[in-house]
């Protein structure tokens, strides 16, 4: 079986780290675990800082506009709070999954690939890369987007999307280059959050401000019935984009033992801190401006200028630290692929292939979003296709793989109601991602200046 990491049964388990602040090949008691990144080694209260700031990323300026304008307040709430929870859940199931029998999985491929074999390992691995790949995208047109909005507020006609794109790019391979792994972003965490309650709190400001203001606010769903059924399964897609990337276990691979409560610690974090501002963004910036709020929020705000400027540099310098995160399995498997695990990350002829890697991976991501910069439409499919699937379906396969035989019959049927409906979901929001791909295809423009 083409498993990553896991040793023979007359190997001697190893957890093998090759960042300059680890000792190299030092051992534990797992099951031979191999990477260039770092295992056990990191707090369960780190861990629930990083996800509480990357998932407060400059991303939730978009999810007004992606999640309520298609569904109203209604719906809108009910499905924040339902698929929030739902998402949850199937996170704090899949960290259970994290150690099967004394043998601890680092890597979401690994799992799948030890319980259901080879074509597994490959599909997980394919989905987790098709979604990673698309959210890196992302913030690199988020990033660009930030810079852009501040430079319309001193010129008139500001430069083209595309040069504040190549920006980004490059600031996020300078980052990715000198701080490698997510734990060696310990030391950065303190000041993504003072950045991330700092944006929150003046968007917050803003909106509250232009809400008062605003006595013409249309909270109307327009168009079709049918086209309102497809934009409804969009917006469920951004709701579990914006709760979830579908990187659990390698995220709590960096935790130390017990890694199973530490990372539903984490979670606790995520889901109860953590979405109190990701919620609290989209439901008042649907509130301020109704129908009518844009793509991205700050090209609504009403001033002043100074805050506008403040607000999308903020964003801009956060993003730098939150697409690390969501890039980090990548990076890993590049990382563990072509560097020297029994020298330092930064010595030698690692440095050289650490440099190439990076430059590799920014290179063809921030070509391909300045060729293609629109975000919304995208953001719905990689939560459709491959994020559902991740999120809610493989983990209660897992679960019946490995615990089925031995659980009440109900159990079992409430993990096979699980495959089977969110596999329906699956085909549901990918249909309608897809139709409104197709619905805007004449819109899209290489380069375009969007």
């Known amino acids: 079986m083409e498993v990553e990491g896991i040793a023979s049964n007359n190997s001697k388990p190893s957890n093998l780290s090759i960042e300059q602040d680890q000792d190299k090949g030092t051992q534990n008691e797992d099951c031979g675990l191999t990477s260039a990144h770092t295992i056990d080694h990191d707090s369960w209260q780190q861990v629930g800082l990083l996800l509480v700031t990357s998932y407060n990323c400059g991303w939730i300026l978009t999810f007004s506009n992606l999640i309520l304008v298609p569904l109203g307040w209604k719906w809108g709430i009910i499905c924040l709070i339902v698929v929030g929870l739902y998402v949850a859940y199937a996170n704090w199931l899949l960290a259970s999954f994290h150690v099967i029998d004394g043998q601890r999985f680092i890597r979401y491929r690994d799992l799948m690939g030890f319980?259901?074999?080879?074509?597994m390992y490959r599909i997980t691995w394919t989905f987790q890369c098709s979604t990673l790949l698309l959210v890196n995208m992302g913030f690199i047109l988020l990033g660009g987007k930030a810079l852009k909005e501040i430079n319309s507020e001193f010129h008139d006609s500001p430069l083209r999307l595309q040069y504040y794109i190549v920006i980004t790019g490059a600031l996020y391979f300078l980052f990715s280059f000198f701080i490698p792994t997510i734990s060696a972003m310990r030391n950065w965490l303190g000041a993504s959050a003072v950045l991330t309650l700092s944006y929150i709190i003046m968007v917050l400001i803003v909106l509250v401000k232009d809400g008062k203001s605003n006595s013409n606010k249309d909270f109307h769903i327009s168009g079709s019935e049918g086209s309102k059924v497809f934009n409804a399964f969009g917006a469920i897609s951004a709701v579990i984009v914006c709760n979830t990337g579908g990187l659990l276990l390698e995220i709590q691979s960096t935790l130390r033992k017990p890694p199973v409560k530490n990372m539903r610690k984490a979670l606790y974090s995520q889901f109860t801190m953590g979405v109190m501002f990701y919620y609290g963004v989209t439901i008042v910036g649907y509130w301020a401006y109704g129908s009518m709020v844009s793509a991205y929020l700050p090209q609504n705000f009403s001033g002043p200028r100074w805050i506008n400027v403040l607000i999308n540099a903020i964003v801009f310098l956060q993003s730098i630290t939150s697409q690390h995160v969501f890039a980090a399995p990548i990076h890993e498997a590049l990382d563990t692929r072509f560097l020297d695990v029994n020298k330092g990350m930064h010595s030698g002829k690692n440095l050289k292939n650490l440099f190439l890697l990076r430059v590799l991976f920014f290179l063809g991501n921030t070509l391909v979003t300045a060729a293609f910069p629109f975000m919304?439409?995208?953001?719905?499919?990689?939560?459709?296709?491959?994020l559902v699937p991740l999120t809610f379906t493989f983990p209660s396969m897992v679960f019946i793989k490995v615990k089925g035989k031995k659980t009440r019959?109900?159990?079992?049927?409430?993990?096979?109601?699980?495959?089977?409906?969110?596999?329906?979901?699956?085909?549901?929001?990918?249909?309608?991602?897809?139709?409104?791909?197709?619905?805007?295809?004449?819109?899209?423009?290489?380069?375009?200046?969007?």
């Open 376 to 386: 919304g439409d995208f953001v719905n499919l990689l939560g459709s296709f491959s």
């Open 409 to 450: 019959t109900a159990k079992k049927a409430w993990h096979w109601f699980n495959i089977v409906f969110s596999s329906l979901l699956t085909v549901a929001t990918t249909i309608s991602a897809v139709r409104l791909i197709v619905d805007n295809i004449q819109k899209y423009q290489f380069f375009a200046d969007a």
């Open 115 to 119: 319980v259901y074999g080879k074509n």
